[in-house]
């Protein structure tokens, strides 16, 4: 239990008693020493079943219910776990996947996958690993394949988790006992426990087995491990071991393990072994209880008192029905989260049960990259992922995050809901012994997922990664990467590579050689071998006699050169075959990386040797290559047989003499999509005939089968040679390579020519990649000829080329024998009953099917005939149709795909319809049906004929946007040419155009029955649909025709607000009228009326009034209608769509006219403003005014609001744009125009700062005053908004001088200040001004002072002085006496006053009346009345501050001068008060001491002695009375002088006299050391402090205190270092310790003895690391010193020693140092942050305030309360925040900042409502 016990730092703890030792790891372990953080009282209450952790991860429901304890809590819901929540220190049990010679992959549990590291293994393997390499022997290394072997299962700790450089997570493991074991201790070992553990060391009889504790030594008898392994090999050092403790002795210092597989196998962990949560190790066996069972996995207890999860992962796949409350199993520990008290098992047999092995391989083969079709999903968890059934019945898992695209959103359900998916196979997992899947498109759809899939000889693509020393990393995909070899980077050795090659790059490289097992691949960039057409050598079979191929060479010999091609194909190449010149030194003419031709002259694969020869390539060996000469001439058919199937095409051999040639892919068709098909069709060994020569080198035939190039040849429509080709030339070719400038297209005798950018189409294209494809047929014509360089340049527009007649028609039934014959191909050769079924269907064949399925996408079918296809009819082909599962219906073939055994149907009712018969030369109306790459089946009219066309009407036809492609939908216009045609299997052969008017083939004017409407027909239909702003029409021929909203009711006949189409319902009858028509691409209106001119979608009107055929018809142009409206016009418009980014609305009056109105036309309330688009609705019958119209530029502006020009005292809408001070606000008004609110405009009460409260975009209500040069002067007083509405004006709008009067109070704004005066803003139009000396009382000798004051736009409150009314001037005054106002500059700034008048003459005499005699102002005392004398007293003692004043008599006489001197400022009155009647200076502060206080009398008699003397000497009776009351009194005053101890005794006996009567006086003694040390005598002063310990009462220990500090600052001053130590250490014993380390450290600092004073802090925060007060002097002795950064260090120390209670007031305090010594900026941030983390603290607050007052900005100070007044406290604080606001801006500010602050207290009181005002 005890080892139970470090669970529990606090309660819980069954009954046994707690260790203080551990439960103080504890504490330590979960504390957060955060510096802002509060430190709340964690909760004391002991928790049922529950221990607490602050560090949980997750918050787990307690599981304890009253049963028992649970040491960690059951999960909420069961996952799997993730690699995001992988932690460092995680316990995990793995499986070796693969093991290399510094790494081994494991598999972990739930599909990661992690690395060992051979750092990794122990301490004694790395040591063992490294003395190995030091000694160079390398012969007998122990690698990692001695110790590990795939399947083997260990535990692992996760060392660290790296991010790659791609981004993703790689998990480094560890098997290190130390980190494993690291929560085991020596005591927690018990018998029966399994360990696991490295062989550190083999001995003689056994081994020593490092198991990760220190001290404890593990030993393993040689005999057991013999039992086990029954072998005689000896366990190497640094291999893993699970072992069983036998014993444990000595306390855990020695244990004995075994490892009898047996025992250990089923050593199931029991709780009496005191397993706790931080030493569970994965890999135990448990008796579990299963507790909970949920969808997504099991609920366990285990060891009595653990709660665990399996996860669907891990539950036994046979027997996940059989789970189920309460039933026992047997559990492997999985892996254990320690800090989220998580806890992993399995179930798995592979890991329970005795005995059995993990399989590190599955049982079917290796099949990872493998994409599987036609998976079911059986199970969708929840956070985890889902189980997939492959169709061998196999299941697989997809991750949560496979189950979608990287960036996509999640969406469960929908993939669920899918019937069946295709994935792909990602892993499999040995641990989970489950395959991995992802059903990402995009993992998918990669060419290659693993280095299985790649093959040597390939052409790939990829990125470069990185530049190394010796090549170049490129990346084809995420997994896979190859080295393209420093030598393969190019042609040449490259000196800089990375000028050529930079990060990111995309390149294109063939594969040299790919080591699928060991994942290593070879690339290169030579571009000779790149681009070769050569056949490729990929093996020794490969190297025929007499082929030629491109090689590289590797090493120079003396006999030779030794070349290499693909994988490991060498040769040799003997030094009389190197050239035609004899070569002595070929190191000289070759260099290694060279590309060559060479020729095979001998092979042998069985031994892999072949000789070759660079000469015979080049010459062309004359005896070989005559014989291809005779047989192959070009324009000649061949036939021939397909040798072998590459990559880039077929090779075949031209029958009957056998001789080599290429058919490449591109070669086989004219149509490209028929090319690959087939390629796939061809098998070796099958014949081809109709071939034909289309060029010929030394090196290599090439033939074509392409019928439009065989027939250019056989027809003799070429150039032989470049000497034939002529300028206007048409030629027949094959685009070869595609360029940025261009294409070059080949000719039959290998004549190149290239067609620019520009000659390529007739349409503009910015990327020759998109127009052409390689391989494709082209006509191209000459149009240059450069003789000398033998260059031409060709034209392949098709304007300027001309196609042979009929050549449509040809290339189609070529292109459909090419399909039918690849069909036949394919069910000759599969021998499959279903592809031959599949061979017999034709296009237009009625099938007789039974619905599968029917969705909104379309329909399956099945057929009994055809078992195994898919039947598939899109939604284009059941429209109109319900269809439900099972129902019986006729469809007809479209299209049959015989290699995905797919067959498209249509059941549209018009194609299964009866056909009809066709006669040659009708034209038709024809709907495409489906498209299918070159070629598209359409469907002729009503006639349910179906037939095929090509797609392209012209070889060089392209396509550069998608909506210039064919479609399914589109409709064409067709005419026969053979009803049935033999080639098209019965098929009707037709010439087609499409029905756009933007290509207008060959109509002839007279023809008639052209689909399309002209203007002016009448028509009819139904209404397919109704719009708001639009109807939709099918009119009787099938097409589609539109009404516009406006084109529905008359006009005259439209209500406001109302939705004319709303009248028309769906489905019912129309006649209309074409009015014009739309583009069938963009819908752009098109209003031609040319007689001849058809529409594709026709434009109708509904109205009446145009319905009249008698009525004359024409139509209107945009600009005629445009011209017709006038501004100012009303008129109704139809709402057309809302632009929410510019906020305006479009209307539209006519099918063709869209005009705009702007957000400040279309409302007049400001609350409309947020969403405008609510009030007006699509297809809203509104009424508008016309603003401006305009045809060119075309502009239609309309208004909404009624009005439609701005007029002088109307009311608007503005929108503000822009806050200029010295202008006001600009704002932007409806119709185009703009205006300007002056500040006094903006209200009829003026306020400070008025524009505060106006921000850019805001709408305001506008009164319009005027227009001057088109900006409109505006207002927005409510006195001009609403006259009727309005409260009395404060301050009125003056218009005119005239209105003005002298002595008016006026209030204004601040224009600007200068050197003439402040000028005041009284209205827009009118500016007052005050000289300086009319401005402020005081004296001022320079404008800037009033300018840092009065800032623009500041409110003053001002006198009229005078008007010139010549001029229009009006001079003011802001003097305190005019206006009665403060004065505008503030008293704080200590300026003179400006005197005038009799204060002038006053204050002159009163600096005469300065030097009146002491005497005069005695007698002036005596005149006081007493009484009086005595209120004042009182007075000044209510204001006083604290100091106790012993004598009052020079107070007195200070107050009495006051009512002399009022006019002077106060500051001066009164004397200094405090009088320290001790002249004892040279010890510690005065504060320190703390003197017995004594009675004080006889002030008052003291001023009537002194009365007394300045009487005349007439002595009467009543004078003697006097004089002998006065000796009296003398006496009483020298009695109490002595008895007064603030009065200094003169002498030694004076002192002793003192000293009887006072003898615990610290301060008497302290006097009279100070006396004697005046004289200089030191012993007698010692002598006294010692008198002075000896008699004071040990009681009073601050005077002893006192004293003892006395002694130590004389040994300071007087005497040695010795001396001083003893005195000190006298001190702390017989005082408290603290005050005297204290006192001395001040000593030190007052003498600059730094050295000493640092030496002793650093003792004292030692010794007294609890107390607050040490670590603030330290600090505060740092900062003096100038040390801010030891200071901060020293903070931090603090916060780390003391209770965290303590915390903030520390930090406070040394933020106050900061401000007092250091840097203010600093304590101004750290005050920041504690009052960010604890804004109640009002102390606090307050603290800051007064710091930041005395050394921060005005600025600062102001925004700090500002802060401090909206705190969430209390009002009363609040209060006394505003108070001290107040009283700053009294000080220090304007009148205008008082007020302001006066305005926000009072905001303040209306919020908190009663409350405050209470």
């Given at each position: 239990?005890?080892?139970?016990?470090?669970?529990?730092?606090?309660?819980?703890?069954?009954?046994?008693?707690?260790?203080?030792?551990?439960?103080?790891?504890?504490?330590?372990?979960?504390?957060?020493?955060?510096?802002?953080?509060?430190?709340?009282?964690?909760?004391?209450?002991?928790?049922?079943?529950?221990?607490?952790?602050?560090?949980?991860?997750?918050?787990?429901?307690?599981?304890?219910?009253?049963?028992?304890?649970?040491?960690?809590?059951?999960?909420?819901?069961?996952?799997?776990?993730?690699?995001?929540?992988?932690?460092?220190?995680?316990?995990m049990?793995g499986?070796?996947?693969?093991?290399?010679?510094?790494?081994?992959?494991?598999?972990?549990?739930?599909?990661?996958?992690?690395?060992?590291?051979?750092?990794?293994?122990?301490d004694?393997?790395?040591?063992?690993?490294s003395?190995q390499?030091?000694?160079?022997?390398?012969e007998?290394?122990?690698?990692?394949?001695?110790?590990?072997?795939?399947?083997?299962?260990f535990?692992?700790?996760?060392?660290?988790?790296?991010?790659t450089?791609?981004?993703?997570?790689?998990?480094?493991?560890?098997?290190?006992?130390?980190?494993?074991?690291?929560?085991?201790?020596?005591?927690s070992?018990?018998?029966?426990?399994?360990?696991?553990?490295?062989?550190?060391?083999?001995?003689?009889?056994?081994?020593?087995?490092?198991?990760?504790?220190?001290?404890?030594?593990?030993?393993?008898?040689?005999?057991?491990?013999?039992?086990?392994h029954?072998?005689?090999e000896?366990?190497?050092?640094g291999?893993?071991?699970?072992?069983?403790?036998?014993?444990?002795?000595?306390?855990?210092?020695?244990?004995?393990?075994?490892?009898?597989?047996?025992?250990?196998?089923?050593?199931?962990?029991?709780?009496k072994?005191?397993?706790?949560?931080?030493?569970?190790?994965?890999?135990?066996?448990?008796?579990?209880?299963?507790?909970?069972?949920?969808?997504?996995?099991?609920?366990?207890?285990?060891?009595?008192?653990?709660?665990?999860?399996?996860?669907?992962?891990?539950?036994?796949?046979?027997?996940?029905?059989?789970?189920?409350?309460?039933?026992?199993?047997?559990?492997?520990?999985?892996?254990?989260?320690?800090?989220?008290?998580?806890?992993?098992?399995?179930?798995?047999?592979?890991?329970?049960?005795?005995g059995?092995?993990?399989?590190?391989?599955?049982?079917?083969g290796?099949?990872?990259?493998?994409?599987?079709?036609?998976?079911?999903?059986i199970?969708?968890?929840?956070?985890?992922?889902?189980?997939?059934?492959?169709?061998?019945?196999?299941?697989?898992?997809?991750?949560r995050?496979?189950?979608?695209?990287?960036?996509?959103?999640?969406?469960?359900?929908?993939?669920?809901?899918?019937?069946?998916?295709?994935?792909?196979?990602?892993?499999?997992?040995?641990?989970d012994?489950?395959?991995?899947?992802?059903l990402?498109?995009?993992?998918?759809?990669?060419?290659?997922?693993?280095?299985?899939?790649?093959?040597?000889?390939?052409?790939?693509?990829?990125?470069?990664?990185?530049?190394?020393?010796?090549?170049?990393?490129?990346?084809l995909?995420?997994?896979?990467?190859?080295?393209?070899?420093?030598?393969?980077?190019?042609?040449?050795?490259?000196?800089?590579?990375?000028?050529?090659?930079v990060?990111?790059?995309?390149?294109?490289?063939?594969?040299?050689?790919?080591?699928?097992?060991?994942?290593?691949?070879?690339?290169?960039?030579?571009?000779?071998?790149?681009?070769?057409?050569?056949?490729?050598?990929?093996?020794?079979?490969?190297?025929?006699?007499?082929?030629?191929?491109?090689?590289?060479?590797?090493?120079?010999?003396?006999?030779?050169?030794?070349?290499?091609?693909?994988?490991?194909?060498?040769?040799?190449?003997?030094?009389?075959?190197?050239?035609?010149?004899?070569?002595?030194?070929?190191?000289?003419?070759?260099?290694?990386?060279?590309?060559?031709?060479?020729?095979?002259?001998?092979?042998?694969?069985?031994?892999?040797?072949?000789?070759?020869?660079?000469?015979?390539?080049?010459?062309?060996?004359?005896?070989?290559?005559?014989?291809?000469?005779?047989?192959?001439?070009?324009?000649?058919?061949?036939?021939?047989?397909?040798l072998?199937?590459?990559?880039?095409?077929?090779e075949?051999?031209?029958?009957?003499?056998?001789?080599?040639?290429?058919?490449?892919?591109?070669?086989?068709?004219?149509?490209?999509?028929?090319?690959?098909?087939?390629?796939?069709?061809?098998?070796?060994?099958?014949n081809?005939?109709?071939?034909?020569?289309?060029?010929?080198?030394?090196?290599?035939?090439?033939?074509?089968?392409?019928?439009?190039?065989?027939?250019?040849?056989?027809?003799?429509?070429?150039?032989?040679?470049?000497?034939?080709?002529?300028?206007?030339?048409?030629?027949?070719?094959?685009?070869?390579?595609?360029?940025?400038?261009?294409?070059?297209?080949?000719f039959?005798?290998?004549?190149?020519?290239?067609?620019?950018?520009?000659?390529?189409?007739?349409?503009?294209?910015?990327?020759?990649?998109?127009?052409?494809?390689?391989?494709?047929?082209?006509?191209?014509k000459?149009?240059?000829?450069?003789?000398?360089?033998?260059?031409?340049l060709?034209?392949?527009?098709?304007?300027?080329?001309?196609?042979?007649e009929?050549?449509?028609?040809?290339?189609?039934?070529?292109?459909?024998?090419?399909?039918?014959?690849?069909?036949?191909?394919f069910?000759?050769?599969?021998?499959?009953?279903?592809?031959?079924?599949?061979?017999?269907?034709?296009?237009?064949?009625?099938?007789?099917?039974?619905?599968?399925?029917?969705?909104?996408?379309?329909?399956?079918?099945?057929?009994?005939?055809?078992?195994?296809?898919?039947?598939?009819?899109?939604?284009?082909?059941?429209?109109?149709?319900?269809?439900?599962?099972?129902?019986?219906?006729?469809?007809?073939?479209?299209?049959?795909?015989?290699?995905?055994?797919?067959?498209?149907?249509?059941?549209?009712?018009?194609?299964?319809?009866?056909?009809?018969?066709?006669?040659?030369?009708?034209?038709?109306?024809?709907?495409?049906?489906?498209?299918?790459?070159?070629?598209?089946?359409?469907?002729?009219?009503?006639t349910?004929?179906?037939?095929?066309?090509?797609?392209?009407?012209h070889?060089?036809?392209?396509?550069?946007?998608?909506?210039?492609?064919?479609?399914?939908?589109?409709?064409?216009?067709?005419?026969?040419?053979?009803?049935?045609?033999?080639?098209?299997?019965?098929?009707?052969?037709?010439?087609?155009?499409r029905?756009?008017?933007?290509?207008?083939?060959?109509?002839?004017?007279?023809?008639?029955?052209?689909?399309g409407?002209?203007?002016?027909?009448?028509?009819?239909?139904?209404?397919?649909?109704v719009?708001?702003?639009?109807i939709?029409?099918?009119?009787?021929?099938?097409?589609?025709g539109?009404?516009?909203?406006?084109?529905?009711?008359?006009?005259a006949?439209?209500?406001?607000?109302?939705?004319?189409?709303?009248?028309?319902?769906?489905?019912?009858?129309?006649?209309?009228?074409?009015?014009?028509?739309?583009?069938?691409?963009?819908?752009?209106?098109l209003?031609?009326?040319?007689?001849?001119?058809?529409?594709?979608?026709?434009?109708?009107?509904l109205?009446p009034?145009?319905?009249?055929?008698?009525?004359?018809?024409?139509?209107?142009?945009?600009?005629?209608?445009?011209?017709?409206?006038?501004?100012?016009?009303?008129?109704?418009?139809?709402?057309?769509?809302?632009?929410?980014?510019?906020?305006?609305?479009?209307?539209?009056?006519?099918?063709?006219?869209?005009?705009?109105?702007?957000?400040?036309?279309?409302?007049?309330d400001?609350?409309?403003?947020?969403?405008?688009?609510?009030?007006?609705?699509?297809?809203?019958?509104?009424?508008?005014?016309?603003?401006?119209?305009?045809?060119?530029p075309?502009?239609?502006?309309?208004?909404?609001?009624?009005?439609?020009?701005?007029?002088?005292?109307?009311?608007?809408?503005?929108?503000v744009?822009?806050?200029?001070?010295?202008?006001?606000?600009?704002?932007?008004?409806?119709?185009?125009?703009?205006?300007?609110?002056?500040?006094?405009?903006?209200?009829?009460?003026?306020?400070?700062?008025?524009?505060?409260?106006?921000?850019?975009?805001?709408?305001?209500?506008?009164?319009?005053?005027?227009?001057?040069?088109?900006?409109?002067?505006?207002?927005?007083?409510p006195?001009?908004?609403?006259?009727?509405?309005?409260?009395p004006?404060?301050?009125?709008?003056?218009?005119?001088?005239?209105?003005?009067?002298?002595?008016q109070?006026?209030?204004?704004y601040?224009?600007?200040?200068?050197?003439?005066?402040?000028?005041?803003?009284?209205s827009?139009?009118?500016?007052?001004?005050?000289?300086?000396?009319?401005?402020?009382?005081?004296?001022?000798?320079?404008?800037?002072?009033?300018?840092?004051?009065?800032?623009?736009?500041?409110?003053?409150?001002?006198?009229?002085?005078?008007?010139?009314?010549?001029?229009?001037?009006?001079?003011?005054?802001l003097l305190?006496?005019?206006?009665?106002?403060?004065?505008?500059?503030?008293?704080?700034?200590?300026?003179?006053?400006?005197?005038?008048?009799?204060?002038?003459?006053?204050?002159?005499?009163?600096?005469?009346?300065?030097?009146?005699?002491?005497s005069?102002?005695?007698?002036?005392?005596?005149?006081?009345?007493?009484?009086?004398?005595?209120?004042?007293?009182?007075?000044?003692?209510?204001?006083?501050?604290?100091?106790?004043?012993?004598?009052?008599e020079?107070?007195?006489?200070?107050?009495?001068?006051?009512?002399?001197?009022?006019?002077?400022?106060?500051?001066?009155?009164?004397?200094?008060?405090?009088?320290?009647?001790?002249?004892?200076?040279?010890?510690?502060?005065?504060?320190?001491?703390?003197?017995?206080?004594?009675?004080?009398?006889?002030?008052?008699?003291?001023?009537?002695?002194?009365?007394?003397?300045?009487?005349?000497?007439?002595?009467?009776?009543?004078?003697?009375?006097?004089?002998?009351?006065?000796?009296?009194?003398?006496?009483?005053?020298?009695?109490?002088?002595?008895m007064?101890?603030?009065?200094?005794?003169?002498?030694a006996?004076?002192?002793?006299?003192?000293?009887?009567?006072?003898?615990?006086?610290?301060?008497?003694?302290?006097?009279?050391?100070?006396?004697h040390?005046?004289?200089?005598?030191?012993?007698?002063?010692?002598?006294?402090?010692?008198?002075?310990?000896?008699?004071i009462?040990?009681?009073?220990?601050?005077?002893?205190?006192?004293?003892?500090?006395?002694?130590?600052?004389?040994?300071?001053?007087?005497?040695?270092?010795?001396?001083?130590?003893?005195?000190?250490?006298?001190?702390?014993?017989?005082?408290?310790?603290?005050?005297?380390?204290?006192?001395?450290?001040?000593?030190y600092?007052?003498?600059d003895?730094?050295?000493?004073?640092?030496?002793?802090?650093?003792?004292?925060?030692?010794?007294?690391?609890?107390?607050?007060?040490?670590?603030?002097?330290?600090?505060?002795?740092?900062?003096?010193?100038g040390?801010?950064?030891?200071?901060?260090?020293?903070?931090?120390?603090?916060?780390?020693?003391?209770?965290s209670?303590?915390?903030?007031?520390?930090?406070?305090?040394?933020?106050?140092?900061?401000?007092?010594?250091?840097?203010?900026?600093?304590?101004r941030?750290?005050?920041?942050?504690?009052l960010?983390?604890?804004?109640?603290?009002?102390?606090?607050?307050s603290?800051?305030?007064?710091?930041?007052?005395?050394?921060?900005?005005?600025?600062?100070?102001r925004?700090?309360?500002?802060?401090v007044?909206?705190?969430?406290?209390?009002?009363?604080?609040?209060?006394?925040?505003?108070?001290?606001?107040?009283?700053?801006?009294?000080?220090?500010?304007?009148?205008?900042?008082?007020?302001?602050?006066?305005?926000?207290?009072?905001?303040?009181?209306?919020?908190?409502?009663?409350?405050?005002?209470?």
């Amino acid at each position: 239990m005890a080892s139970v016990e470090e669970d529990f730092p606090r309660g819980g703890g069954g009954g046994a008693a707690k260790k203080p030792t551990e439960s103080k790891i504890e504490v330590q372990r979960t504390e957060v020493d955060n510096l802002f953080q509060s430190k709340e009282q964690t909760e004391t209450k002991k928790r049922k079943g529950a221990g607490q952790d602050a560090g949980k991860k997750l918050k787990k429901p307690k599981t304890g219910k009253g049963d028992g304890l649970t040491l960690n809590a059951a999960a909420k819901c069961v996952e799997i776990l993730h690699i995001k929540n992988l932690k460092e220190g995680i316990l995990m049990l793995g499986c070796v996947k693969e093991v290399t010679d510094f790494e081994v992959t494991v598999s972990l549990p739930c599909g990661m996958q992690g690395f060992l590291s051979i750092m990794n293994i122990c301490d004694s393997y790395t040591k063992l690993i490294s003395e190995q390499l030091d000694s160079a022997d390398t012969e007998d290394i122990c690698s990692l394949r001695h110790l590990f072997y795939p399947g083997m299962v260990f535990r692992c700790v996760v060392a660290k988790l790296d991010v790659t450089k791609r981004g993703s997570l790689s998990i480094q493991l560890s098997i290190n006992p130390k980190l494993v074991n690291k929560a085991l201790t020596s005591s927690s070992l018990k018998a029966g426990m399994a360990v696991s553990g490295c062989v550190e060391s083999v001995e003689d009889h056994g081994y020593i087995v490092d198991i990760g504790l220190s001290g404890t030594k593990a030993f393993l008898p040689k005999k057991t491990v013999k039992d086990k392994h029954n072998n005689t090999e000896e366990l190497k050092v640094g291999q893993y071991l699970t072992s069983q403790v036998e014993e444990v002795k000595n306390e855990g210092r020695v244990v004995h393990l075994s490892v009898s597989p047996p025992t250990v196998a089923q050593a199931c962990a029991e709780s009496k072994q005191g397993w706790t949560l931080t030493n569970l190790l994965p890999g135990l066996l448990v008796k579990a209880t299963i507790k909970k069972v949920t969808k997504h996995g099991l609920i366990l207890d285990f060891l009595s008192s653990f709660s665990g999860q399996v996860d669907v992962l891990h539950m036994e796949p046979e027997q996940t029905s059989s789970y189920a409350e309460g039933t026992e199993v047997r559990a492997c520990v999985l892996y254990v989260e320690p800090s989220a008290r998580l806890v992993g098992l399995s179930l798995r047999s592979h890991l329970v049960q005795p005995g059995a092995g993990v399989d590190h391989a599955p049982a079917g083969g290796d099949r990872i990259g493998e994409v599987v079709k036609d998976c079911k999903m059986i199970a969708m968890h929840h956070m985890s992922g889902a189980m997939v059934e492959l169709p061998d019945k196999t299941l697989a898992f997809v991750h949560r995050n496979h189950l979608k695209e990287v960036n996509e959103p999640a969406n469960e359900n929908r993939v669920l809901a899918m019937t069946e998916h295709t994935c792909r196979i990602l892993d499999f997992s040995p641990m989970d012994q489950i395959h991995f899947v992802s059903l990402r498109k995009s993992v998918i759809d990669k060419r290659f997922y693993r280095y299985h899939d790649l093959e040597a000889g390939q052409v790939v693509e990829g990125t470069v990664s990185i530049l190394l020393d010796h090549g170049m990393v490129v990346h084809l995909s995420d997994h896979i990467r190859g080295l393209v070899p420093r030598t393969h980077l190019s042609d040449i050795l490259l000196k800089n590579p990375e000028k050529k090659y930079v990060e990111g790059m995309k390149i294109k490289c063939r594969v040299l050689s790919v080591d699928a097992e060991n994942k290593k691949l070879y690339l290169t960039r030579k571009k000779a071998l790149v681009e070769s057409s050569l056949p490729l050598f990929l093996s020794y079979t490969d190297a025929r006699l007499g082929c030629v191929s491109h090689c590289y060479i590797v090493c120079i010999k003396d006999f030779g050169c030794i070349v290499r091609f693909y994988n490991s194909v060498k040769g040799l190449v003997p030094l009389n075959e190197l050239s035609s010149q004899p070569i002595v030194c070929p190191e000289e003419v070759f260099y290694v990386g060279q590309v060559l031709k060479a020729k095979v002259l001998k092979c042998d694969p069985d031994k892999a040797k072949m000789v070759l020869s660079f000469k015979a390539a080049v010459e062309g060996d004359t005896e070989e290559a005559a014989t291809p000469q005779l047989d192959c001439e070009l324009g000649k058919r061949l036939e021939a047989k397909v040798l072998k199937k590459s990559v880039n095409g077929l090779e075949v051999a031209i029958l009957p003499d056998e001789i080599r040639a290429v058919l490449p892919t591109m070669h086989l068709s004219d149509h490209m999509s028929n090319c690959p098909l087939l390629w796939e069709s061809m098998q070796e060994g099958d014949n081809i005939s109709n071939l034909i020569c289309f060029t010929k080198n030394k090196q290599n035939i090439t033939v074509t089968k392409k019928p439009t190039v065989r027939w250019s040849l056989e027809e003799g429509v070429v150039a032989k040679d470049f000497s034939e080709v002529t300028v206007g030339m048409q030629l027949i070719g094959v685009i070869k390579s595609i360029m940025s400038y261009g294409v070059f297209v080949e000719f039959p005798y290998g004549i190149v020519g290239l067609a620019p950018k520009s000659a390529m189409t007739d349409k503009f294209i910015s990327d020759t990649t998109t127009a052409f494809q390689p391989g494709q047929t082209v006509f191209a014509k000459v149009t240059n000829l450069d003789v000398e360089k033998r260059r031409f340049l060709v034209t392949l527009k098709i304007s300027e080329v001309m196609s042979p007649e009929g050549d449509a028609q040809t290339r189609l039934i070529n292109g459909l024998q090419e399909r039918r014959a690849v069909t036949e191909m394919f069910a000759m050769r599969e021998n499959s009953d279903l592809r031959q079924q599949l061979a017999a269907l034709t296009v237009g064949q009625k099938l007789k099917l039974t619905v599968d399925t029917a969705k909104d996408s379309g329909a399956t079918f099945k057929s009994d005939d055809l078992v195994g296809a898919t039947i598939m009819a899109t939604k284009h082909h059941v429209i109109g149709v319900s269809l439900t599962s099972g129902q019986k219906a006729t469809a007809v073939v479209l299209h049959v795909d015989i290699l995905s055994t797919c067959v498209h149907v249509s059941i549209l009712s018009k194609l299964v319809a009866k056909k009809k018969s066709l006669a040659e030369g009708s034209k038709y109306t024809a709907m495409l049906q489906h498209i299918n790459k070159d070629f598209a089946i359409i469907s002729l009219g009503d006639t349910a004929q179906l037939t095929v066309i090509q797609t392209s009407s012209h070889l060089n036809e392209i396509f550069l946007v998608e909506s210039e492609k064919l479609k399914a939908g589109m409709s064409l216009s067709v005419e026969v040419i053979e009803p049935s045609c033999q080639e098209l299997q019965g098929l009707a052969l037709v010439s087609w155009e499409r029905t756009s008017p933007k290509r207008q083939r060959t109509t002839s004017e007279n023809q008639t029955s052209a689909t399309g409407h002209r203007f002016g027909d009448i028509v009819r239909g139904k209404v397919r649909t109704v719009k708001p702003a639009s109807i939709q029409v099918t009119l009787e021929d099938g097409s589609t025709g539109s009404v516009h909203v406006s084109e529905v009711v008359e006009l005259a006949e439209v209500c406001k607000g109302s939705f004319p189409t709303s009248t028309v319902k769906v489905g019912s009858e129309v006649t209309a009228r074409v009015i014009g028509g739309r583009e069938a691409s963009s819908h752009r209106f098109l209003p031609f009326s040319h007689p001849k001119f058809t529409y594709p979608i026709p434009e109708l009107t509904l109205l009446p009034s145009k319905l009249d055929t008698s009525e004359d018809f024409k139509a209107v142009t945009v600009k005629q209608k445009l011209n017709s409206y006038t501004v100012g016009e009303q008129m109704t418009c139809f709402v057309s769509k809302f632009n929410p980014e510019r906020k305006s609305l479009e209307v539209t009056t006519d099918p063709c006219v869209t005009g705009t109105v702007d957000l400040l036309a279309m409302i007049t309330d400001t609350k409309d403003a947020s969403h405008p688009e609510k009030m007006y609705k699509l297809g809203q019958a509104v009424r508008a005014t016309v603003v401006e119209v305009n045809s060119k530029p075309q502009r239609f502006v309309l208004s909404l609001t009624g009005v439609h020009k701005l007029e002088k005292g109307s009311v608007t809408l503005g929108m503000v744009t822009n806050i200029q001070p010295q202008l006001g606000l600009l704002v932007k008004l409806p119709f185009g125009n703009s205006g300007t609110v002056a500040v006094t405009d903006l209200a009829d009460a003026y306020r400070p700062n008025p524009l505060d409260g106006y921000s850019k975009d805001q709408l305001l209500r506008c009164f319009l005053l005027g227009d001057e040069n088109g900006k409109w002067q505006l207002s927005l007083r409510p006195s001009r908004l609403n006259p009727q509405q309005t409260k009395p004006v404060k301050d009125p709008d003056v218009l005119s001088v005239d209105k003005l009067k002298a002595g008016q109070i006026i209030r204004g704004y601040v224009k600007s200040v200068g050197e003439q005066g402040v000028f005041i803003r009284l209205s827009s139009s009118i500016t007052g001004r005050a000289q300086l000396q009319q401005s402020t009382k005081y004296f001022v000798n320079n404008h800037k002072v009033l300018f840092k004051h009065l800032t623009p736009n500041t409110l003053l409150t001002t006198k009229i002085h005078s008007i010139d009314e010549e001029e229009e001037l009006v001079h003011l005054s802001l003097l305190p006496g005019d206006t009665g106002k403060p004065d505008v500059l503030p008293e704080s700034l200590g300026l003179p006053l400006r005197l005038i008048g009799e204060e002038k003459k006053e204050y002159d005499s009163k600096k005469k009346k300065r030097s009146a005699s002491e005497s005069e102002q005695k007698q002036a005392e005596s005149q006081v009345p007493k009484k009086k004398k005595k209120t004042k007293k009182a007075k000044t003692d209510d204001s006083d501050s604290g100091v106790k004043v012993y004598f009052r008599e020079e107070e007195d006489k200070g107050d009495q001068e006051e009512p002399k001197s009022v006019k002077v400022r106060p500051s001066s009155a009164g004397l200094s008060r405090l009088q320290v009647a001790a002249g004892f200076s040279w010890d510690v502060h005065l504060s320190s001491l703390k003197p017995a206080s004594t009675a004080q009398e006889g002030d008052s008699s003291d001023g009537e002695d002194q009365d007394g003397g300045s009487k005349p000497q007439k002595k009467s009776r009543h004078e003697l009375q006097q004089e002998k009351k006065a000796a009296e009194k003398a006496l009483v005053q020298r009695e109490t002088e002595l008895m007064d101890l603030s009065l200094r005794p003169q002498d030694a006996p004076a002192f002793e006299r003192l000293l009887l009567a006072s003898p615990d006086s610290s301060l008497l003694w302290l006097q009279y050391m100070a006396h004697h040390l005046q004289a200089t005598q030191i012993e007698q002063a010692r002598a006294v402090a010692e008198r002075a310990l000896k008699t004071i009462s040990f009681r009073e220990e601050q005077e002893k205190l006192n004293v003892w500090v006395a002694l130590l600052n004389l040994e300071n001053m007087y005497g040695t270092e010795e001396s001083l130590k003893r005195v000190f250490e006298r001190a702390l014993q017989f005082c408290e310790p603290m005050p005297v380390y204290q006192q001395l450290a001040d000593i030190y600092a007052k003498c600059d003895k730094t050295k000493e004073a640092e030496g002793l802090y650093k003792t004292m925060v030692k010794r007294f690391r609890q107390n607050k007060a040490v670590w603030l002097s330290y600090g505060t002795f740092l900062l003096q010193q100038g040390q801010s950064d030891s200071a901060s260090a020293l903070l931090q120390r603090a916060l780390a020693s003391l209770p965290s209670k303590e915390s903030v007031d520390v930090i406070a305090k040394f933020a106050q140092l900061e401000f007092r010594y250091g840097d203010s900026e600093k304590g101004r941030t750290m005050f920041d942050k504690v009052l960010t983390s604890y804004p109640k603290r009002t102390d606090l607050w307050s603290v800051f305030i007064d710091l930041m007052v005395k050394h921060g900005s005005q600025k600062e100070v102001r925004a700090l309360f500002d802060r401090v007044i909206h705190l969430s406290v209390s009002v009363k604080k609040i209060k006394f925040f505003f108070k001290r606001y107040l009283e700053y801006e009294k000080k220090h500010g304007t009148p205008q900042s008082i007020q302001a602050v006066k305005e926000k207290a009072m905001e303040f009181v209306e919020d908190k409502g009663t409350e405050a005002a209470n």
